[in-house]
């Protein structure tokens, strides 16, 4: 069992950056894959990015990449999730999610833990 909550969200202008983290407990938190996806109002859940449980080839979709930047401490159970260069559609409710067994995952239904999300809202 793996409990995931997510910090760091806000209200910033465009152009601006933020950073989140979520913090993990429970055992074996190291070997899963741990995933942050954002949903809009009427929208639904995208994946942003992901990493493994080494930190190593993390992955990102084409909307945010090369602005987000996602990394983990496992020592403290952690994953960040880096935003620069923020947008106005970047407004949403970011989830921090954790999934075990796989070694890559960018879909929903791949992961079985979820924290219970953080809003992140940029201005024009």
């Known amino acids: 069992q793996v409990q995931l909550v997510e910090s760091g969200g806000g209200l910033v202008q465009a152009g601006g950056s933020l950073r989140l983290s979520c913090a993990a407990s429970?055992?074996?938190?190291?070997?899963?894959?741990v995933g942050w996806f954002r949903q809009a109002p009427g929208k639904e859940r995208d994946f942003v990015a992901a990493i493994n449980w080494s930190g190593s080839n993390p992955y990102y979709a084409d909307s945010v990449k090369g602005r987000f930047t996602i990394s983990r401490d496992n020592a403290w159970n952690t994953v960040y999730l880096q935003m620069n260069s923020l947008k106005p559609e970047d407004t949403a409710v970011y989830y921090c999610a954790a999934a075990l067994g796989l070694i890559r995952a960018s879909l929903v239904e791949e992961y079985d833990y979820w924290g219970l999300g953080t809003q992140v809202t940029v201005s024009s």
């Open positions: 429970g055992r074996t938190f190291s070997s899963y894959i």
